[in-house]
Structures are given as C-alpha cells and as structure tokens.
C-alpha cells in the first residue's frame, strides 16, 4: 500500500487538492498518515545506502576542494576589477550624456514653444487678415478663401482651438468658412442655373483656394442629374409630350454643365498658374460635361427602359419609333455635332432606344418583306416550272402573278416605308432604304426564277447551208406568255420605282443594281429570241436575197405573234437595239459586195426595201427612233442609184460614215477584197471587223486604214478618182 501511494506521489499530474478533498471525506486519514510515515522511513533507509555505496566517489570528490578555493579567489579579484571599471565609466561617459540629453529635452520643449509661439503669432496675423478681407466693402471671397484655407491647415495641424485665449477667435473663423462655403455654393449653383459668369469664376476660385474645387463639382452635378431623374416620364397618353420635357432638361442641363466645364478648362490659379482642369484630371475627370452626360444618359437610359417593360404600351412605342428617335436626334443636334460631344457620347443616348428601333426594324422589314412573299409565293413558284415541263393548270398559275395594280399598291408601301422614317435619316432612314432595296432585289430574284428558261423560239431553219423559214411558223406556247407576262411585271415595277418614289430617294432606292437586276428579269426573257434573231441576220447578210427575206419574214412574224404579247412599249428599248443592228449588219456587208455591178446594186436596193419593210413593221416610228442608222440608211440608197464614177465623194461623208464609205469605194476597184485580204470569210469579217467599226474606236480605225491603205497602193491613183478619195482619207 505504501508503495502505491509513492508512485501516485511521484507522477506529474498528481493533484495534492483533490488527494486532500478525498482523504478528508473518509475515516482514512489516519491511515494515509500511517502510509506517508512508512514511506518515509522507507525513503530515509534508502537514502542511507546510497551514501554508502558512494562513499568512496565522495571521498574522492573532497579531496579536489582545495582547488576549487583558489579558483574561487582569482574570480573573486577579476569581478573586483570589473566594478572599479565600471565605475570609472560611469563617472566619465554616462553622467555627462545625463547632463547633455536634459538639456536636449530642454532644447525641444523651447523649440515646441516657439514653433506654437510662430503658428499662434501666423494664426492672429491671418486672422486680423481675414477680419480686414469680411469687413472689406467689397468682399473678395477668393482671396478670404485663401486666407481661410491656411487658417484651417494651421487649426488642423496645431489644436490652437484647444488654447483657451483663442477659442473665440477659432468659433468666428469657423463661422466665416462657413458663411464663405454657403455663399459660394449659392453663387455656383445660381451662376449655373443663370449662365453668370461673373459668379461662376468668383465661386470656382473661392472652391480651388479652399482645395474643395471636385467635391463641390460633384456636388453641383448631382443635383443637377436628380432633376434629370425626378422628371416623370409615365407609360401613357401624354408619353411623347413628357419625352420631350425629359430630353429638354437633358439637354438644359447639359448645356448648363457645358458653360461651366468651358469655363473650368479656361481657367487657372493666378498666383500657382495651375489650371482648374488639372484639378478634374487627378480625380479621372477628363471632363464635366462628358462626365454628366454619362450620368445623365443612363439615368435616362433607366427610365425609358422601366416603360417599355410596360406591354400594353410598348407596341405604341415601337409604332411611334420614329417619332421617338427623331426627339432624340433633336436633342443631340441641340447641342451641337461635336461642339458639346463627341459622336461615341451622342451613340451613348441612341443606345436607349436600340432595342426600342430594332424592334421597329424587324417589323418594318416583314411589312417590306411580305408583300414580296405575298405576290410570289413558294406555293406559286414552285408550281410554274422554269425547267421546260409542262405543267397542269400552267394558265391558271400564271393568272395568279402580280397585277398592275399590286405592283404600284407594293411600291407605294415602300414609300410609305421611306416616308414614315424620313424624319429620322440617321438612326432610320439609312435601314430602310438597304432593306427597300433588298425587297426590290428580291422580288426581282423570285421574278427570275419562274422564267421559262425552255422556251426556244425557232422560225428559221438551215437546208443545205440556207436559211429558210419554217413552214408553217411556230406559235407562241404557253411558257412564252408567262414569260411575257414576267417581263412586263419586271417593266411595269420598275417605272412604277420611277414614278412613286419621290425624287429625293432615287438616289438611295433606285440605284445601279436595283435597276440592272430588274432589267437583268427582262433581259433574261428577250436576250434569247433577239440573240437568236441577230445571229441568223448576221448569217443572212452575206447570204442571198432568199435568205435575207426568210430572216425579214421570221422577224415580222416574231413581231405579229410573239412581240404582240409584250405590253405596249415595253420592247422598245430592245427592238430599237436590234433595228440599229439590222442596218449597220446589212449596211457592212452590202459595202463588202464585189463587185458591185448594176445587177449587184439593184439586188442590194431590193434587200434593202425588204429591210426597210422588216423596220417598219418591227417599229413604224423607227427613222426618229434611230435617226443615226436611219439616215445613214438613205444615203446608201442614194450611193447605190449611182455608179461610183459619179459619184459626190465629199458630200457622202457628211452622212455615211467614213469606214462604211470606204469600204464600199475600194471594193470597187481592181484590187482584192477586205476579206480576201486577211484570209477571212465574208461572215467572218463581217462579225469581227466590219459591225466593230461603228463604235468608232481609234485603234480599230487606225487598222482598218491601214488595211485599205495596202489594198489601194497596188492601183495608180492618177487613174481614177476613186483610189485618189481613199488615200486622200486613209493618209
């Protein structure tokens, strides 16, 4: 028992509190004593034992004691030493730095006096300074702010208004900064308003002397910005009447902050010479007014959005789009281009209609887009084939192409179109004019697909080499009167462009691509049976009089049965093209017969009254038509009754032209022919030099002479008047 209550004794955490309050609940007291005596004697028994057993080590250890008592005694006179050196010290080094860091700390005690001694005779001095500057009849506020800024620095840095004699002084300066504070603020605020620039510059000096110049700023702009925001702008009847009051205070606002920022970048300090603007520049303020009109425009931005979100009122707004936008374009040019804003800041107040105009766009695109859609239908274009098929109720489906009267109804809702944004040509105006043409564009598109593109008109045949009509002629089918139809269509909307949009759009609507690709429809329908038609004239010219009639003869027939389809006028421009061509072919090759005798010019001189009858019956009218080629026409009839001998060279080329003129003339001397000459065929000639001549290009003239010239130089001119003409006019 007693060795376990010494080991528990022994352990660290043994708690002498809690063995105590447990011994002492108990009757065990008396024994726990008994225990603590028994292991004491115990302990004192083990004790001895020990010493025992180290007797001799302790001998030992005794023996060395003397030694250590004379180590102890040399320690003993070098501690000794070191006082009397450290007393020493003390009395030469540490007692006079005493006697120097007292006076130190005296020194700058009697410095801080006279520091307080200089600010308190600085702060009466300028305190007397400002009394004089208040009571001044005609108060400087400006220089009292300077005046009033050191004070405040002086009463900031020293607590002087902790100096009893002073305190008055310091509650009368408080007083005045705040008299001079309200009255600027007044004078800033009132001079704004007013466009006072008097009290503008007296008021932004008081501010830049007080070093409150932004702040104050600030300030000034964010009562003018609650104005902005407190003027109402509700979701109701009297929506564009308050539009107009909100975007007037805007832009009055703005105006205002304009004349103050002009004012502040024109001003600087007259004793620092640092300008007012630098000021702005370190709080990141480039400028007033593009900071305001930030401000301004998103609160703006805020509260159109809060009544577009309002439904019943929103399809209202995007109908009155225009409206809308113009006001807003109106307050921007108030303020005038690039004199108050830059164009990325006037961007900034279109933005808060941008959803507002694209839903007006998408809109007014489907109205352009719709009647397109409407006239020709997928349902439509699909049923009228372009690939040459036959298809049932062909006639039924052609009934159901646009009319004249849908034709001018759609370009008229173009117009309108034009007209409802023309109000608004910048924000606008420009997108409906691109999304007018596209419509225009793609009706023509649409138009072009469902032209019958088998269509092959064929009235002549070759036999043996000749040309011959056929008998009896082919009649028009039924894709030719679509086609017909479709090139009328194509005709009839492009003069009723012409006609309804008024001038001032012609220039945007009407331009070169819209016209070329509704002409591009037509031409799609004509080019093939005026192409074919040219070529086999081309092909007749040089061919015989038989050949010649049977072309003569197709192209009436053309004219009768397939041209008749067409409305009135409307080949006009395509059948005064082929008549010019007509007479400059046969013209061309009838210079290139050889030779021309009297049996050959009257040959010509019934080809050419056959010619005359195709004309005529293509065109009644065609003389003043193409009165060039018509002209030129006469005369050669004139030139053939008349043998070259007699002929009036000079006055011929008046009228004739003069490489028609000289072909003719040197195919009637004895020399080779033109095409004989280059080694070509008469067709061949005839297509690729002769017809090019008429455009009168220098360089194919310049050829052509030279071409003449090689053939008149083999005869001698001194025999005949004719060689002499040519190389009179080719030299």
């Not at 303020?335 to 006037?346: D, I, P, S, T, W």
């Amino acid at each position: 028992m007693a060795r376990g209550l010494l080991d528990a004794f022994r352990k660290p955490d043994f708690n002498v509190a809690a063995f105590v309050r447990d011994a002492g609940q108990g009757d065990d007291t008396s024994r726990l004593s008994q225990q603590l005596q028994d292991a004491a004697v115990t302990l004192e028994e083990d004790l001895r034992r020990e010493i025992a057993a180290c007797h001799e080590e302790l001998l030992l250890c005794a023996s060395s004691i003397n030694d250590l008592d004379g180590q102890l005694g040399e320690a003993h006179d070098i501690v000794g030493a070191l006082k009397t050196s450290v007393a020493r010290v003390r009395g030469e080094i540490l007692e006079p730095f005493q006697d120097i860091k007292w006076k130190v700390e005296l020194l700058e005690r009697m410095q801080a006096v006279n520091v307080l001694i200089r600010r308190v005779v600085r702060f009466l001095w300028d305190a007397r300074k400002l009394r004089s500057q208040m009571d001044a009849p005609g108060k400087d506020f400006s220089k009292a702010a300077h005046t009033l800024h050191e004070l405040e620095l002086l009463l900031q840095e020293s607590g002087l208004d902790k100096v009893d004699i002073l305190r008055a002084e310091v509650l009368w300066i408080r007083d005045v900064s705040a008299k001079v504070r309200r009255q600027s603020e007044e004078d800033l605020r009132t001079g704004t308003r007013q466009g006072n620039h008097i009290a503008l510059s007296v008021a932004l000096q008081v501010f830049f002397n007080l070093q409150c110049l932004w702040p104050m700023l600030k300030k000034l702009l964010t009562e003018l910005l609650e104005e902005v925001r407190q003027a109402p702008l509700p979701a109701s009847s009297g929506f564009h009447q308050a539009l107009e009051v909100n975007l007037q205070v805007l832009v009055a606002q703005t105006q205002r902050v304009h004349a103050l920022d002009e004012i502040v970048q024109a001003k600087a300090d007259p004793v620092t010479h640092k300008s007012f603007q630098s000021v702005l520049e370190a709080s990141n303020v480039s400028s007033l007014t593009s900071h305001f009109w930030a401000e301004a425009a998103g609160v703006f931005k805020a509260k159109f959005a809060k009544v577009c979100q309002d439904r019943a009122f929103r399809a209202k707004a995007v109908s009155d789009c225009p409206k809308v936008l113009q006001s807003l374009v109106s307050a921007v040019e108030k303020l005038g281009r690039g004199k108050v804003m830059k164009a990325q800041e006037r961007e900034t107040l279109f933005q808060s209609a941008a959803e507002l105009r694209n839903e007006y766009l998408g809109e007014a695109i489907k109205r352009i887009t719709e009647p397109v859609e409407i006239m020709l239908p997928d349902k439509l274009l699909s049923s009228l084939s372009a690939s040459g098929e036959r298809i049932t109720g062909e006639a039924a489906a052609t009934d159901e192409l646009p009319t004249m009267h849908d034709l001018r109804r759609y370009v008229q809702l173009l117009v309108t179109e034009l007209e409802r944004v023309e109000s608004c040509p910048e924000l606008l105006l420009k997108e409906i004019v691109r999304s007018v043409r596209s419509s225009v564009l793609f009706f023509a598109t649409r138009l072009e697909q469902v032209v019958d593109s088998s269509t092959d008109i064929q009235c002549l045949r070759t036999e043996d080499g000749r040309l011959q009509l056929i008998s009896p002629p082919p009649m028009p089918a039924a894709g030719h009167a679509r086609n017909a139809r479709l090139f009328g269509i194509a005709h009839h909307t492009l003069n009723a462009l012409r006609e309804l949009v008024p001038q001032r759009f012609h220039h945007a609507v009407l331009t070169e691509q819209v016209q070329s690709t509704l002409k591009q429809t037509q031409a799609a329908v004509v080019t093939p049976i005026f192409g074919s038609l040219q070529k086999s004239f081309t092909k007749a010219a040089v061919g015989s009089s038989a050949e010649k009639n049977a072309v003569c003869q197709a192209a009436n027939h053309l004219s009768r049965y397939y041209f008749s389809l067409f409305g009135a006028g409307q080949l006009q421009s395509y059948i005064k093209d082929f008549c010019g061509f007509a007479v400059r072919c046969f013209l061309s090759a009838a210079a290139l017969v050889k030779p021309c005798g009297a049996p050959e010019r009257s040959v010509l001189v019934k080809d050419l009254e056959v010619l005359e009858a195709m004309l005529a019956t293509l065109d009644a009218d065609y003389q003043s038509r193409i009165r060039y080629e018509a002209s030129v026409l006469n005369e050669f009839k004139k030139l053939l009754a008349i043998p070259a001998d007699g002929l009036d060279l000079e006055e011929l080329t008046n009228v004739i032209p003069m490489h028609l003129l000289l072909t003719y003339l040197v195919h009637q001397i004895e020399a080779p022919s033109l095409p004989d000459s280059l080694r070509l065929s008469r067709a061949a000639y005839l297509e690729a030099e002769a017809l090019p001549l008429w455009e009168e290009k220098a360089q194919a003239l310049d050829t052509f002479k030279v071409n003449v010239v090689n053939l008149s130089d083999q005869c001698d001119p001194s025999k005949s008047p004719l060689i002499a003409f040519i190389l009179a006019k080719t030299r």
